[in-house]
């Protein structure tokens, strides 16, 4: 009697689950390009020290856009008040904060490129979902250390502040990594299947 080798494959997804898939890569890659713009307006009124537009404001950044004349009131500092050296570690510090919410929005639109192209339980959404998850981690802990090298540089004058949305990212992350592990573990699992003799 021969021996088969069962080659069924994972059933692929409907054509609406890729459809719905498709516009929310579209729509994730549309977010991540206009917070890139917003982030690279941002960035250079810091770097360029453009005080009516870019300021610290307690222990957070603010920025006037769109402009508005005169926008700033007490205990806001323009960043042209800021020394050079001052200013260019301020600028760091802010770009170090804007990097994880582009690095999810621009997996989430790879993750759901993925669904729509009838991938939905493969090692790379487990790796993308993966790489969210260390985003998210990221976009919790990051304000911990901009806070604290700001304070440290006598810029601001709080060495620890903490938001609700960093727990929920911490959770978040907390959680997609374990689901990540579970899509791995899945997917092995798919392999062996396949490949039972």
Request: aromatic content about 12%; hydrophobic content about 60%.
């Amino acid at each position: 009697m021969p021996i088969l080798q069962n080659t069924a494959s994972a059933p692929a997804p409907d054509r609406r689950l890729r459809f719905q898939s498709r516009l929310l890569s579209v729509f994730f890659l549309t977010l991540f390009a206009l917070l890139a713009l917003l982030a690279v307006l941002m960035v250079g009124a810091f770097l360029l020290r453009i005080g009516s537009m870019a300021a610290m404001a307690g222990a957070g950044f603010a920025f006037n856009f769109p402009y508005e004349p005169d926008p700033w009131t007490a205990g806001v500092v323009p960043i042209s008040d800021f020394a050079v050296g001052q200013s260019l570690l301020i600028t760091l510090m802010l770009s170090i904060r804007l990097l994880p919410g582009l690095f999810i929005l621009w997996n989430l639109h790879l993750l759901f490129g993925l669904y729509a192209g009838g991938s939905v339980f493969g090692a790379a959404n487990a790796r993308q979902v993966r790489l969210i998850a260390f985003a998210l981690l990221a976009y919790a802990l990051v304000p911990v250390v901009t806070h604290a090298t700001l304070y440290l540089a006598h810029i601001s004058a709080y060495a620890f502040a903490w938001e609700i949305r960093q727990l929920d990212a911490l959770v978040a992350g907390l959680v997609l990594l374990t689901v990540a592990r579970v899509m791995l573990f899945g997917h092995e699992i798919e392999r062996d299947r396949e490949g039972f003799v």
